[in-house]
């Protein structure tokens, strides 16, 4: 069963916490439930005519009643904070930057300062391009309504709301492709709100931004060429171009404090 | 008839709002139903997208507005007079009223069904803008926020009526401290009410303003704010889950220690930690927008974690009730220990996804469906047919069939956790909730159809359940007509069916007469009705 195998740097630390949650969780549960089933065995009725004893309280049982998950809920909370302050924190220079801007119902993935921007329809779900092992940038936005972004392989989610811009960090660190989709009931369509993710080594993805940096496309097919020195060529075109970008990008573009914590609208 | 509409008695208040939430109840299945079959298998078509989406919020809608919490307040209504020795409620007139207005929303509510455009669509949490004109045209969600809006002023009413009784109608010797714990539920839910319920109003009255009177509270194209609709839908939400859980709290209490041959343990703790929950309930609201990114996560996070706490000790409190007692598996025993084992799966899923970073993933998937069944379903619904059986010789003289209780008992507990045991890896596969079709991936398409098969079988459980309450009905019309004796006195039960029963509904005839008791025992504990029967020891 594919589940909780984390395909980011950021999903390795969430699935931490998983792990934790849920051995915590097991070990809770089989003490629960071995105390109610060891009560329903030895003191099941069995037409025995004496009276059980008729106590009431027990008052120091009933403080270690409460201290023992008062002192595990602490322990979770811990854990819990350090780690979402950690995950929540953006990095100031993050190597890609793709805005995404979710609408009824599909997505459209835009690569600021490339010229690059894939809209999706419901029947043609679009392809976000990931570089491997290089932090990415989110910034997500919503067109219309409450919408939300979620990629399962990387443990994540956050929503798409109409006038509360959020960013966040991805770091892919499996080349692959992963499906994700809206997870915020949107209305009619909502079912039909996927998208996948292509996370390609970082070289692929230079190459596949400068050919496709002459607009729109209506689909992100990628489409890999194993030409090896058209690449290098490439990449040294498109370094190049990354860093005219970068001098003449428009500073409104970018979140405008992007080393706090992106909870602010 | 005539009697039944015009009643001002509580019991018959009580019985009309029970009556009412069981249909609801098999209206709001029927709809899981078709949804689980449309689930089935992936790419299904057995209904379109549109109609769906109506199934799925009108089955949302009905559960927690029209069954769960209702069923609390109908057992409340009957139960509470008799608890605490009082003729009758404080308002009873209101109280009929309270109960006509609840009845009456739900009609209106699935009279959207009818509607052009069919029924409201946008989920039972009808998040702005997609509940706004632009997008939900059609009469089906007016018809949704003004049923609501009637079930919000029934549900006020309630809260009040039960405040006021309990704070004044108690006979003599009934102490607030020898109340039943199920009386101290109730008034810590009646609290609850109170708090979140005008929440509720002002936001469907805002929702109603911005579809037909130009408002734009939540229109973000004229500066409206979406933030704000879940800010005061979930500041109603979260506290109307455990109005939908502390009632059963209250139920468990009671036949735990019934069927444990013992008082309750820990009375005192059980009673604050309702308060604890109810106090925690008001501040916990955000844990339901960890992803918006736009809450203190850290705050709403720590307060959901605390809840474990009273939880824990009503556990611990329920286990020590058991421990050393001579427990006797009778069906609504049998329920309330479902109770127990579900209800500990949803509480740990709960402390699990109160973490934002488990969250992260969870939020809007399969997992949160599975959560939430089993606190609803696994845990408030085993509890209400843990109800129905052990107070229905109370209310008509007759017991339920226990051979047939007991194979309720077991196919539903086997078919509830064959449908919802699988949920939760749905989600973590990545199933977001609300979908009518889903892609042929992964696991995805053989754990809905185990899913499914569930469902049917928990259909057959509800029929089973159905088929014992006309049966005992039939009985009960032949000791009407002299044909035939029930154990105990002719044509009537005992005071105290079960035996060893505890607080005051027991130490009156079944069922009670109008004004519930013709003499009260003397009350010097928390369990008048078991000192009454046991005055030699």
Known sequence: MPILQPASLQAEDLRGVWVIFLATALVVAAFVYALIFYALIRWRDRGQAKMPPQFKQNAPLEIIGVIIPLLIVIGLFYITYVREVANDALHANPYATVDVKAFRWSWTFSYPGHNVSITGTPQAPPELVLPANKLTQINLYSADIDHSFWIPAFLFKRDALPGFPNHFDLTPNKIGVYPGNCSEFCGLDHALMTFTVRVVPAADFERWLSTHATGSLSSGAFAPQNATIARRANNVIVRLKRVIVSLSNDPEQRPKDASRRARRP | ?537
């Open chain 2, 1 to 537: 008839m005539i009697t039944w509409l015009t009643t001002t008695n509580h019991k018959r208040i009580g019985i009309l709002y029970m009556a009412t939430t069981g249909v609801f109840f098999v209206i709001a299945g029927l709809l899981a139903l078709v949804i689980r079959l449309q689930l089935a298998q992936p790419n299904e078509t057995l209904v379109s997208a549109s109609a769906f989406n109506q199934l799925f919020t009108l089955h949302g809608t009905a559960m927690i507005f029209l069954v769960i919490a209702p069923f609390g307040f109908g057992l409340a209504n009957y139960l509470i007079p008799l608890q605490i020795g009082a003729p009758d409620m404080a308002f009873p007139r209101l109280n009929a009223l309270g109960v006509w207005l609840f009845i009456i929303s739900g009609l209106v509510v699935f009279s959207g069904a009818f509607a052009a455009g069919g029924a409201a669509f946008a989920g039972w949490t009808a998040f702005a803008p997609l509940s706004g004109i632009q997008i939900s045209t059609g009469a089906g969600e007016d018809l949704w926020i003004i049923g609501l809006l009637l079930n919000a002023i029934a549900t006020i009413i309630v809260a009040i009526n039960f405040i006021t009784t309990i704070l004044l109608y108690r006979a003599p010797g009934m102490t607030m401290w020898r109340m039943p714990v199920f009386t101290w539920e109730m008034l810590a839910t009646a609290l609850m009410i109170l708090m979140a319920f005008p929440a509720l109003a002002a936001v469907l009255f805002e929702l109603l303003i911005d579809r037909h009177y130009g408002g734009h509270f939540f229109d973000p194209a004229q500066g409206g704010n979406v933030v704000l609709y879940q800010h005061l839908f979930w500041f109603f939400g979260h506290p109307e889950v455990y109005v939908m859980i502390l009632p059963y709290f209250g139920v468990v209490s009671e036949i735990i220690a019934v069927f444990s041959g013992k008082p309750i343990f820990g009375y005192v703790g059980l009673v604050l930690s309702a308060f604890a929950i109810a106090g925690l309930s008001m501040s916990v609201w955000a844990h339901h927008m960890f992803t918006t990114g736009v809450v203190a996560n850290a705050f709403f996070s720590a307060m959901s974690f605390l809840i474990a706490v009273p939880t824990g000790v009503k556990f611990w409190n329920w286990i020590g009730t058991m421990w050393g007692g001579r427990i006797r598996l009778t069906t609504p025993m049998l329920f309330i220990i479902g109770f127990l084992l579900n209800f500990l799966i949803g509480g740990i899923t709960g402390v699990m996804i109160a973490s934002p970073p488990i969250d992260y993933h969870a939020e809007d998937s399969y997992f949160i469906v599975a959560h939430m069944h089993y606190v609803l379903g696994g845990g408030s619904l085993f509890a209400v047919l843990g109800a129905v059986y052990f107070w229905w010789p109370k209310m008509f003289g007759v017991k339920l069939s226990e051979t047939l209780g007991k194979w309720n008992f077991w196919t539903m507990f086997v078919a509830f956790n064959v449908v919802f045991l699988p949920m939760h890896f749905m989600g973590l596969e990545g199933m977001p909730r609300r979908v009518y079709t889903y892609a042929a991936t992964g696991d995805l398409p053989w754990l809905n159809l185990v899913s499914t098969i569930g469902a049917l079988l928990m259909a057959l459980s509800v029929m089973l359940f159905i088929l014992n309450v006309i049966l005992s009905s039939v009985i009960l019309s032949s000791v009407r007509h002299g044909e035939r004796v029930v154990e105990g006195r002719h044509g009537q039960l005992p005071d105290d069916p079960w035996g060893g029963c505890n607080s005051l509904e027991w130490a009156t005839s079944c069922p009670p007469p109008e004004f519930n008791f013709t003499a009260l025992p003397p009350i010097r504990s928390e369990r008048p009705t078991w000192d009454l029967n046991h005055v030699s020891r």
